[in-house]
């Protein structure tokens, strides 16, 4: 059982800029992949940024040159560095763990919320 806890989340104003943080209750270095994901409300949960066992990234398109993802095996912690902030990315973030077998794991979420 992996034990995933995201935080960073708040509000800010369009243009500004947000890092969340996910930790691991494991060594992440272990798992398939780390990953975000976000749902606005009245829409499905998308795919935000993902972060493979060695290191290859993976974006959304409605993100990519705005967001960065990266982790750091020893903190068991990944993050999402998210930039120039649009009224569109406000969601509910969440956290994913994927393991190489088994069901994948997912945090509580963390409220992001961009004003214009």
């Known amino acids: 059982q992996v034990h995933l806890v995201e935080s960073g989340g708040g509000l800010v104003q369009a243009g500004g800029s947000l890092r969340l943080s996910c930790a691991a209750s494991?060594?992440?270095?272990?798992?398939?992949?780390m990953g975000w994901y976000r749902q606005a409300p009245g829409k499905q949960r998308e795919l935000v940024a993902t972060i493979s066992n060695g290191g290859t990234t993976n974006y959304g398109d409605s993100v990519k040159g705005r967001y960065t993802i990266s982790r750091d095996n020893a903190k068991n912690t990944v993050y999402l560095e998210m930039n120039s902030l649009k009224p569109e990315d406000t969601a509910v973030y969440y956290c994913h763990a994927d393991q190489f077998i088994g069901s994948p794991y997912w945090g509580q979420g963390t409220q992001v919320t961009v004003s214009s």
């Open positions: 494991q060594s992440i270095f272990s798992l398939k992949a």
